[in-house]
């Protein structure tokens, strides 16, 4: 996709799945509003549904970690599937592996480059089309388009702060309890 979306992330490896999908939505800047999925391989992880009527059932991410995956399947990318419609294929790249390490204060986002789209464009050939659109006053969509997407998108930045609050916000909800100690 042109240009190009990409997020850097430190995320415990014993993350559970479903919260490695909220660090992604996060990061990303998605609102969450769709189903998702990861996969490596032939095994997927999601939100188990039993009226699903795909040929396929997703393993229930909130039982399944980045370390799990890597053993599991050996891969060392998995890939992240969000929205269904629009198929938003985000690969993971495993980049280093600590373990026994602090989560303290994690996820963190390292790195962000592009604004992510708007959800519901329809995916990278909608995006596309949204872009030009946006882009060209002459556009026979331009006037719609423009109302539609998020104010003045410009695919190129990126609003760090806000993103990172959010990514900050979920180590915060994610810190482990510590259990109150009663003495006599």
């Given at each position: 996709m042109k240009p190009e979306v990409m997020r850097r992330l430190v995320v415990p490896v014993t993350l559970r799945l479903d919260r490695l999908h909220l660090s992604l939505q996060a990061a990303f800047g998605w609102t969450n509003s769709h189903l998702f999925e990861f996969f490596a391989g032939e095994v997927r992880w999601g939100i188990p549904d039993p009226h699903n009527d795909y040929a396929h059932q997703p393993m229930d991410a909130s039982k399944a970690r980045p370390c799990d995956v890597v053993r599991e399947t050996g891969a060392k990318t998995i890939h992240y599937l969000y929205d269904f419609g629009d198929s938003?294929?985000?690969v993971i790249k495993l980049e280093k592996w600590f373990e026994n390490t602090t989560t303290e204060g994690l996820p963190f986002l390292l790195e962000a480059a592009g604004r992510c789209p708007p959800e519901d464009v329809g995916?990278?050939?909608g995006y596309a089309e949204y872009l030009e659109a946006i882009r060209d006053p002459a556009h026979p969509d331009h006037e719609h388009m423009r109302l539609w997407g998020p104010a003045r998108f410009d695919p190129n930045i990126v609003d760090r702060k806000a993103l990172e609050a959010a990514v900050n916000a979920l180590s915060d909800t994610w810190k482990?309890?510590?259990?109150?100690?009663r003495t006599k």
């Open positions: 938003w294929d985000h995916g990278a050939p482990p309890r510590r259990r109150a100690t």
